[in-house]
Structures are given as structure tokens and as C-alpha cells.
């Protein structure tokens, strides 16, 4: 594990991700996000997950996260951020059909399962105008030996500065108890549980108001329900 002082310089260097650093980046996302139940659940008993985390972070960085310009990291790249701005969270379908062979090469066999997994994903997104525009956080992931020293936070803070300053609302999903915790340190309430299917492991839709009032009440809008999960 890094120490404390190297950690809050890295910390401390957290800005827009250029375009150079995609492949580190897909390489800290792939294995931050290698034993997350959900990953685990998607990519079930195949032994490449890691290559085909690695080949589908670096798929949505190149081709999506990166031209919106909302993607963040460190000097070292010990960590990512990827943000998506009001009312970009949606991908219509002539940019499905463009990341369609991508995908098919990145997932194999998984395929489905990963396209069912975002059409929950999306279906359950609290979308405007019958909701505030918000920005949407699909990935935080920080590299292994980095974990524990404060990273996520910093990455998180240059989109929650510019949320609290502008007064604009934020959401994304946690897919782990740890990580819930970590958003809900960072002014986040959980909105609503789910699953992505049958036997997935337990996620939470989780929504942060604009602060400094600093309520973790979900807007009226915003009601914790039930969900059928796909099968």
C-alpha cells in the first residue's frame, strides 16, 4: 500500500484525463473494478475478466467518456473518475449501432448479459424532464495498491465543487457496501436497492443534492421503489 504523504500528492494532482493516458486508465479501472461483485455476476466464471474489463473500459473511454470531456484522474493515474454532464447520461441509437462492434469484440459471450445489465441501468435512471438534470458518475475506480488514502474523494471533488456551485444535483449507482459508503460521506443518499437480474448481487441508486445544505433527502420526485429484475 502507498503511503500517506505519496498519496496526498497524487491526490492532489487530480485533473481532466488527457487522451494519452486511456489505456493506463482502462488498465486502473479493469482492476479496481476485477472483484466487484457486480463485474463478478456480469462476467461469470471466465477466467479472462480482467482482459475483457480491460478491452471494454478502454472501448467507452475512447469512443464516449473522453469526448465529453468529464473524465478525471491523477499525474501517476492512480485513479479515474468518469463523469457524464447534464443530459448526455443517454445514448441514442446511432451511437448504439457505433459501439455495437466494439462491444461484441470487447464481450464476447457476454454480450447479452452485458446489454440486459444496461438496459436496467438505464431504465432505472431518474430521467429529466420528470427529474432535475444531474450529473451522472457510471465509474469511480482506483487502483489497488492506492485504495484507503483518499483518492476517491479527491476525484470525486472537481465535479461536486462545480454541482454545489452551480446548483445542480448529482447520481450515480453503488455497486458495493464500501463504496456506498464512500458516496455517502460525500453527500449522497440512497434512493432506491436493486438488481441487475436473477442472483445479482445487491446495488443502490444513489442521488446527492447541490450543498452546502448538505441534505441527503432525495428530491420529492425521487421515491424509493421495487424493481422487477431481467432474467
Known amino acids: 500500500?502507498?503511503?500517506?504523504?505519496?498519496?496526498?500528492?497524487?491526490?492532489?494532482?487530480?485533473?481532466?484525463?488527457?487522451?494519452?493516458?486511456?489505456a493506463g486508465m482502462a488498465g486502473v479501472l479493469a482492476r479496481a473494478f476485477f472483484d466487484d461483485p457486480v463485474f463478478a455476476w456480469v462476467l461469470r466464471g471466465?477466467?479472462?475478466?480482467?482482459?475483457?474489463?480491460?478491452?471494454?473500459?478502454?472501448?467507452?473511454?475512447?469512443?464516449?467518456w473522453l469526448a465529453e470531456e468529464h473524465t478525471f484522474t491523477t499525474a501517476g493515474v492512480a485513479g479515474v473518475a468518469?463523469?457524464?454532464?447534464?443530459?448526455?447520461?443517454?445514448?441514442?441509437?446511432v451511437e448504439q449501432l457505433r459501439l455495437l462492434p466494439?462491444?461484441?469484440?470487447?464481450?464476447?459471450?457476454?454480450?447479452?448479459?452485458?446489454?440486459?445489465?444496461l438496459t436496467v441501468l438505464e431504465s432505472g435512471h431518474p430521467a429529466e424532464?420528470?427529474?432535475p438534470p444531474h450529473y451522472y458518475l457510471p465509474f469511480l475506480g482506483v487502483d489497488p495498491p492506492w485504495q484507503g488514502r483518499g483518492l476517491g474523494g479527491a476525484l470525486l471533488s472537481p465535479?461536486?465543487?462545480?454541482?454545489?456551485r452551480d446548483g445542480v444535483?448529482?447520481?450515480?449507482?453503488?455497486?458495493?457496501?464500501?463504496?456506498?459508503?464512500?458516496?455517502?460521506?460525500?453527500?449522497?443518499?440512497?434512493?432506491?436497492e436493486f438488481r441487475l437480474g436473477r442472483g445479482a448481487p445487491m446495488?443502490?441508486?444513489?442521488?446527492?443534492?447541490?450543498?452546502?445544505?448538505?441534505?441527503?433527502?432525495?428530491?420529492d420526485s425521487i421515491r424509493l421503489t421495487s424493481e422487477t429484475p431481467v432474467q
Open 82 to 93: 468518469v463523469w457524464e454532464p447534464p443530459g448526455q447520461w443517454r445514448h441514442g441509437p
Open 159 to 164: 465535479v461536486l465543487q462545480r454541482c454545489d
Open 169 to 192: 444535483a448529482a447520481f450515480l449507482e453503488a455497486s458495493s457496501v464500501r463504496n456506498r459508503a464512500l458516496y455517502e460521506r460525500h453527500g449522497f443518499a440512497v434512493t432506491e
Open 102 to 117: 466494439g462491444m461484441l469484440s470487447a464481450f464476447g459471450r457476454h454480450f447479452p448479459r452485458v446489454v440486459r445489465a
Open 1 to 22: 500500500m502507498v503511503d500517506i504523504a505519496a498519496a496526498s500528492e497524487e491526490a492532489a494532482s487530480v485533473g481532466k484525463a488527457p487522451d494519452a493516458a486511456t
Open 203 to 219: 446495488q443502490w441508486r444513489m442521488w446527492r443534492e447541490p450543498q452546502p445544505e448538505r441534505s441527503t433527502r432525495p428530491p
Open 129 to 131: 424532464p420528470a427529474h
Open 46 to 64: 471466465d477466467m479472462r475478466r480482467m482482459k475483457i474489463l480491460r478491452r471494454g473500459f478502454e472501448l467507452f473511454l475512447r469512443r464516449v
